[in-house]
């Protein structure tokens, strides 16, 4: 099993365990702190048991002559019982730094750690917006060539229909110009007939028989 623990507490002024420098038992397994303040102990070193029996042998040997030097060699002792238990109190301070100190460490790095998730995020959020202006951009390209091929399409809707206008008007014009060509021959021909049709004699009617007189006189032919 494991032994009991003894500390001093070191709340001088606040602590009645303090102020009487009462060595505090500590069960195992329980906090090693005061009972009265709750304050962390530090743990209780005791002299060693020869330097304690040579200052009771050399203090019974003068008690009665050197009372003073008795007094003075107790209060010695409690002297070097409180410069440990400085020593304690100062060990136990720089545990604490060291504690605090640690905390703030893994605090730091926790701050880091999730500085880095944080900025993993980001990046990972400005990549899918990324991701969709792409797809918006592709999507407007693809919109943007879908409406030029349906105006290349209209272009040539337009100009197919308009060299069909062209074509039937072409044709249009070549049928009334043959048909005037045409009509200018009929006419000029009817003409040319007229002309040999007056430049020549008028044919007489035929004379019958007994119309020699009629055919003398050029009534009949």
């Known amino acids: 099993m494991t032994a009991a623990r003894t500390g001093l507490c070191v709340n001088v002024g606040n602590c009645p365990s303090a102020n009487a420098r009462k ?8 906090d090693f702190v005061c009972p009265d303040c709750g304050k962390s102990l530090v743990v ?3 002299a060693k048991k020869g330097a304690q029996a040579l200052i009771i ?6 008690v009665l002559a050197l009372g003073g030097v008795g007094w003075w060699l107790y209060r010695a002792d409690a002297e070097h019982e ?7 109190a100062e060990a136990a301070r720089q545990a604490e730094a060291q504690r605090q100190a640690a905390a703030a460490e893994a605090k730091r790095l926790e701050a880091e750690r999730q500085a ?3 900025a993993a995020a980001a990046a990972e959020r400005q990549r899918e917006a990324e991701a969709r202006q792409r797809e918006a951009d592709a999507a407007a390209r693809q919109a943007a060539a879908e409406r030029a091929a349906a ?11 308009a060299e069909a206008r062209r074509q039937a008007e072409a044709a249009a014009a070549a049928e009334a110009e043959r048909r005037r060509h045409a009509d200018e021959a009929a006419a000029e021909a009817d003409r040319r007939r007229q002309a040999e ?11 019958g028989a007994g119309e020699d007189e009629r055919r003398r006189l050029k009534l009949c032919d």
Request: aromatic fraction near 2%; charge should be neutral; glycine fraction near 4%.
């Open 23 to 30: 060595v505090v038992p500590v069960a195992p397994g329980q």
């Open 57 to 62: 042998a050399a203090a019974a040997g003068v």
């Open 197 to 207: 049709s007056a430049a020549q004699p008028a044919r007489l009617p035929p004379c």
């Open 44 to 46: 209780y070193q005791p």
């Open 116 to 118: 880095q998730i944080e």
């Open 82 to 88: 409180a410069t440990a238990a400085a020593q304690q």
């Open 151 to 161: 105006d290349a399409a209209r272009r040539r809707q337009a100009d197919a229909e």
